[in-house]
């Protein structure tokens, strides 16, 4: 019988057991072994039966336990410790606190390093700054991150795949650094799917209700104790009020957005409904609450708790860039134009886009967003024509009626970047069109390499054992730290295999070969991730034949766990999905090849640790970092990738495989799948499972055993959160906090009135004449290594000022196609005053320092102090062929 109404019956504690509800209300103890231990000990049992979720399981414990609990001195102890080392987590000193401007200024001095934990290092003298209090000079404050989805722990499922994993380790290494972060996102009702198979082997996609009185929520009040509501307004007038829930990540507070309140009508209530689904126009509603409610809510938040206002706002990928134009609209409302306010949002604006590819990027059809954003709707003082044209593909090669997402980023941000160095080289040809006239590696978006969270992703073992000096550490403890590993995956990989052909329909009589499904003493390949086509989850059975016998060998046998999940819109996925299942079902591979439902945080848990060799093949280059091997090697599980994202950066044989690719606009795709499984198989069979079954006298596979040494010593520092967001205050977040704060009221409205000029005159300024003269003469037509060029360039400023232009000269090698490469730039200098005809003369020498073809080129930028880079306004004067001289010079 269905019930009419649901609701929860909070517990009330025992007054010595009120600890526990602060324990558990603070998602630090998803990452913090002694917390979860004490909250498996009020009762094991239903600890498991909770999964892991200290919320659920006080639901759920009998009140005679709690009684017993109340007098247990024991435990009481225990918990004393575990609430005062909370207490000490929260309030005591850390990396950032122990930052000062010099330090900020110079970046990390030579071998610097931080404890994984965040702590200052030992003997370090630390200031004791309590969070929320005034940061140091040059950092900002607070900064405020925007994205859309979180991954922090599967007891509050908020996530779909890597963008918002990698949100939730952002939150929880900002926490143990000690950085004033705070969180923005949105609580879907229904989260994102979950996933289970039919009898054939098709994904079954199911929306399970979440209730946020059974989640470590706490909805963000007033003085008066009534529940805080965010406002926007929509179309026609309607109404959208959003409720805003407080989750505390650490020392991180996390605000969350749902549209699902008694004031809003049906269609408004369905907004936050689910992540990722619904079409254009549900999307586009998401978004407008995650970006201007985010804004407010965060407004909110800091008027009712003290916590100091953002000087820095970070928007993890496009989806909340509509929270730029909410702070626009806040400084139009305090009287500044839209050109001062555009300006100053910028200067404290950080975007990441995570997306090598366009169609990844939210994009939206121009007339939709202008309906949105018309008179009567929701940001009044800023024109419609303001808003399309910021993110409005006007720039060849794009669509002129498409309103994309990143595109806004870019132009609301003053600082940008990419994910590992080889997506930031790959954004920066996606959008070289925002700057045009400028070569793609001066486009003005650097990167920052992805990390993860070592306590949330490395198993307890590990974790013990690290304690020790993993380079210390014998090769049969070692070994057997990776076999226990592996036992725990195939006792998970077991049960969840059964329960997923129970959820298939097969009785339990005709699941008894379950049992004998994989080996804990077989090399272990581990894949799980989305299932877009390009990640290539099928490109394992390009030769089914091939796959059979590597798994099937009667002396290297591999043997491989895979899992995943399809966009519920994405039949192609789906079709990946199932022809894996179909394999995976043949009962000569059943034992050694297993597909595993329902891919998340509890199961990645268990996966990662439990792995050989994890294997990573999507087409190169679109993969913009990918993590997932990061936090398999930090539990010494080897690498098997395409050179791409992450990998491409930190690959060395000591850590794993390179996957050969076979790149190249030439090839197609069916000819490049066929020759990388190739690769792939060859692999397997000629040089990893060699390595690992090659045993030495003492029955070790040593040159194995070296290999997880040198992943966990050398490669585990590098993949850390804690690095990734070091670089992010040093990099990104303190320059732009210093913007922010240099382009007060004043500041702003001159910089937007100096941009206007510069756009107004541009059409007029120009490279005239350009005149060289090297020294000493070249012979035989080449110059010779370390002769000068004499440069004497006329221009045309068309009434701008000397001051407000660079005149460069570019030089370099060049290619081919008389393509400079390897650029240098150097500023030439004015010499006198414009001629009669109103040209400037601009001097200046070019060392020729480098051998072989060599060319040059001059170029005019606008140039201000408030400026983050010389690209910024996308302008550049270029000579004309007529006016240039000695173009090319042979170097000998």
Known sequence: MKAIRRFSVRPVLPEPLRPL?????????????????????????GWRESGGDPVRLLGTVPVSRLADLAEDRSFLRRLTAAADDLHDYLTGPRWYQGRTAAEDRAGPGPGESVPSDGSAPPGASVPSVPPGASAPSGLPAAIAYFSPEFGITAALPQYSGGLGILAGDHLKAASDLGVPLMGVGLLYRHGYFRQSLSREGWQQEHYPVLDPNELPLTPLSGADGRPVRIPLTLPGGRPLHARVWHVQVGRVPLLLLDSDVEENGHGERDVTDR????????????????????VRAVRAYCRLTGHPDPEVFHTNEGHAGFQGLERIRELIADGADFGTAHEAVRAGTVFTTHTPVPAGIDRFDRELVARHFGDDAELPGIEVERVLALGMETYPGGEPNLFNMAVMGLRLAQRANGVSTLHGRVSREMFAGLWPGFDPEEVPITS???????????????????????????????WELRRTLRKRLVAEARQRLYDSWRQRGAGTAELGWIDGVLDPDVLTVGFARRVPSYKRLTLMLRDPERLMELLLHPERPIQIVVAGKAHPADDGGKRLVQELVRFADDPRVRHRLVFLPDYGMGMAQQLYPGCDVWLNNPLRPLEACGTSGMKAALNGCLNLSVLDGWWDEWYDPDFGWAIPTADGDAIDETRRDDLEATALYDLLERRIAPRFYDRGPDGLPGRWIDMVRRTLTTLGPKVLAGRMVREYVERLYAPAARSH?????????????????????????????????LTPPASAGAAELGSTLSLRVRVRLAGLAPADVEVQAVAGRVDDTDHITDATHVPLKPTTGPDAEGRRLYEGPLALDRTGPFGYTVRILPTHHLLASTPELGLTALPCDSVTEAAGVLMR
Request: glycine share 10%.
């Open 275 to 294: 992540l990722y689904g619904g079409g254009s126009e549900h999307r586009l509603l998401q978004e407008m609450l995650l970006g201007i409610g985010g």
């Open 448 to 478: 920052i390499t992805n990390g993860v969270h070592a306590p949330t992703w490395t198993a307890p073992e590990v974790t013990r054992l690290g304690a020790r000096q993993f380079g210390h550490l014998p090769d049969a403890e070692l």
């Open 741 to 773: 704060r240099a382009l007060d009221p004043v500041a702003a409205a001159e910089l937007a009135t100096w941009k206007s000029r510069i756009r107004d005159a541009w059409p007029g300024v120009a490279v005239d004449h350009v005149e060289a003269h």
């Open 21 to 45: 509800h602060r324990l558990a209300r603070n998602l630090r103890w998803s990452w913090h072994p002694e917390t979860r231990e004490l909250f498996e000990s009020v009762d094991p049992e």
